[in-house]
């Protein structure tokens, strides 16, 4: 079992969809034969659950014709479990998506980002510049991203970490989030976390041109069962989506893998943040 209420949902979606086809039913004749609204079912495959509702999957089970205790069980075990909420849950205003609970039971993740150091990277003073950028919010609001944000890296502390690989451009690199001394701070934490066996950072030189990524950030969660596919996460400044189908992930992955072809190594890349940090003390 997963710890992750988030990937418990996908999952359970996606076996009551296996469910319903292996007892030869549509949407529209599950639907009918519950007397549901039309709606309902067609949420819940979709992982759209506001919180599952055990008498209503104990009927669907009865009308898939699921007579095996073990499987009522395991997917009503799954239902009460996906029902528990994540640290994250505490926090809509802050968070668009469903990141932070992909993220707590990846066992891999890789991440591009075109103009800022990834979220799971950067120190406290960087992300408050980050977040007053937008000169939307207050110091109180500002305070408590910034805090969020240093909860959520805790992903990468525990005791079984997700391996984590970061491909960073260039240009995000060279902006001075913050001014000099938050810049330089940034650049630190990065060459030290690098040395996380765990941790890979990459970097996409300027001088390399077009790239395979720069349609833009995403961020690849793998989580090393076929039960829970990998998902892509992209996320603009008003909203954000995940990914799941093979032929996304598909490109998903040969983009990352084409862009890592064009970086530099990681040590390459280590010695480039040095070099960075020293040209800021002048």
Not at 7 to 12: E, G, M, N, Q, S
Not at 64 to 91: C, F, H, M, P
Not at 107 to 130: D, K
Request: proline share 5%.
């Amino acid at each position: 079992m997963t710890g992750s209420p988030t990937v418990k949902l996908r999952r359970l979606s996606a076996e009551l969809i296996r469910l319903r086809k292996k007892a030869g039913l549509t949407v529209e004749e599950v639907t009918t034969r519950l007397g549901w609204s039309k709606g309902r079912l067609t949420k819940w495959e979709t992982n759209q659950w506001t919180r599952p509702d055990l008498v209503l999957i104990r009927a669907l089970l009865d009308l898939y014709g699921v007579t095996d205790n073990a499987v009522r069980e395991a997917i009503l075990d799954l239902a009460r479990q996906s029902r528990e909420k994540g640290w994250w849950a505490k926090y809509t205003d802050v968070f668009r998506g469903d990141l932070p609970g992909f993220e707590a039971d990846a066992t891999q993740i890789r991440t591009y980002e075109a103009l800022y150091v990834p979220g799971l990277l950067q120190t406290s003073g960087y992300a408050a510049a980050v977040f007053r950028a937008g000169q939307v919010l207050d110091e109180v609001s500002v305070k408590c991203r910034v805090e969020v944000r240093m909860v959520r890296q805790d992903v990468l502390k525990r005791e079984k970490p997700p391996e984590f690989y970061a491909l960073i451009d260039e240009a995000a690199l060279r902006k001075m989030v913050g001014g000099p001394e938050v810049m330089a701070e940034q650049l630190r934490h990065l060459i030290e976390v690098a040395a996380e066996p765990h941790i890979t950072i990459q970097i996409l030189p300027d001088a390399i041109g077009a790239h395979a990524a720069m349609p833009g950030p995403f961020t690849i969660l793998d989580f090393g069962t076929a039960l829970d596919p990998s998902v892509v996460y992209l996320e603009t400044a008003t909203d954000s989506l995940h990914l799941e189908k093979p032929e996304e992930l598909q490109a998903y992955n040969r983009i990352f893998t084409q862009a890592v072809a064009f970086s530099q190594t990681p040590e390459e890349s280590v010695r480039y943040l040095a070099t960075l940090v020293d040209q800021l003390k002048m």
